[in-house]
């Protein structure tokens, strides 16, 4: 059973940095693509940012394009997003997803419980 | 950006009844390996979402079959064939056929 939990939400002030992760386990994790979603309050659903298994490949939205970074750690079972330069538009609960590249790499398969970030000062 | 058009954004059904919802993309989903990279999803109440429907028409493991996927190109249907209570939260639909992948506004499925 696939299971991503993802952690490092909290509270920040605009300008500031937080970083998420994204443990995974129940899955060979390093032949898995990954996503970063996010649902901000009373909006529906934002795509954020992909990663290819080995990590050679990564695109972002622009809306975090030069703020956001994505990354995994393999060994680690670890997927994580470096969220700089916080703003209050970014509040939001952030969700990981796996992504098969054998059926499709934009396919969003199994979700974490998600990470609740609040940007205020 | 492909443009993804969801409707109606919420709906009231009674239990047993079917319901369908419509998505539009701003551009064609079909891929020229034969596929229409459209997904949906399903986000219930307190719960992260669910993939439900892949490539348009395919169902995700352990969905129940009442859900099914229709459409190509541009012109999507998400169809109930008879709601059930544990169908209630919202509905999106997803184009992953361009970055940045891009969902419609949501559908707020109800029970009456």
């Known amino acids: 059973q696939v299971t991503l939990v993802e952690s490092g939400g909290g509270m920040a002030q605009p300008g500031r940095s937080l970083r998420l992760s994204c443990a995974a386990s129940g899955l060979d994790f390093r032949s898995y693509g990954m996503h970063w979603v996010r649902r901000a309050p009373g909006k529906g659903l934002e795509w954020l940012a992909v990663?290819?298994?080995?990590?050679?490949?990564?695109q972002y939205a622009d809306s975090v394009k030069g703020r956001f970074i994505i990354s995994r750690d393999n060994s680690k079972d670890t997927l994580y997003l470096q969220m700089n330069s916080l703003r209050v538009d970014d509040t939001a609960i952030y969700y990981c997803?796996?992504?098969?590249?054998?059926?499709?790499?934009?396919?969003?398969?199994?979700w974490g419980q998600g990470a609740r970030v609040t940007v205020s000062s | 950006d492909i443009v993804v058009t969801q409707s109606p954004l919420s709906l009231a059904v009674t239990p047993g009844e079917p319901a369908s919802i419509s998505c539009r993309s701003s551009q064609s989903l079909l891929h020229r390996d034969g596929y229409d990279y459209l997904d949906w999803y399903l986000q219930k109440p307190g719960q992260s979402p669910q993939l439900l429907i892949y490539f348009a028409s395919s169902r995700a493991p352990g969905v129940p079959d009442r859900f099914r996927g229709s459409g190509t190109g541009t012109d999507f249907t998400l169809t109930i064939s008879s709601v059930e209570a544990e169908d209630v939260g919202l509905y999106y639909c997803m184009q992953g056929r361009q970055t940045p992948q891009t969902f419609g506004q949501g559908t707020k499925l109800e029970i009456k």
């Open positions: 997803a796996t992504a098969d590249p054998a059926v499709s790499m934009r396919i969003l398969e199994k």
């Open positions: 990663i290819w298994s080995d990590g050679t490949n990564i």
